[in-house]
C-alpha cells in the first residue's frame, strides 16, 4: 500500500499552482481523487499516487413522474442537471 499523504502535500507536488485548502477538501467530498480520500481525524489524507479526476457530466432528468425517471432521481438525487 502506497503512502497517505495530507492533501496540502499531494497538491504541492502533483499540481501548479496548488489549490486552496478549501478546494482541496471540497474534491475529497465529492470523490473528485482515484483512489478516493479518506477522512482521517479533523483532515483528509490521500494516496501519494492518487489522480484528480473530473466529475461527470450532470445527467438530464426526466421532469414527468413515470417509474423510470423516479429510479433516476433516487439514483442520481434530485440535484442533477
Not at 499523504?5 to 507536488?13: D, G, H, N, P, R
Not at 477522512?39 to 484528480?52: L, T
Not at 414527468?64 to 442537471?81: C, E, F, I, K, P
Amino acid at each position: 500500500m502506497s503512502k497517505m499523504v495530507t492533501l496540502e502535500k499531494w497538491a504541492e507536488s502533483h499540481l501548479d499552482p496548488a489549490p486552496s485548502p478549501a478546494t482541496l477538501r471540497m474534491w475529497a467530498r465529492t470523490n473528485r481523487f482515484d483512489p478516493p480520500a479518506q477522512k482521517v481525524g479533523r483532515c483528509y489524507r490521500v494516496d501519494e499516487h492518487a489522480r484528480y479526476c473530473e466529475p461527470e457530466v450532470p445527467v438530464e432528468l426526466p421532469k414527468d413522474n413515470s417509474l423510470v425517471s423516479r429510479m433516476m432521481r433516487d439514483h442520481y438525487g434530485t440535484q442533477a442537471a
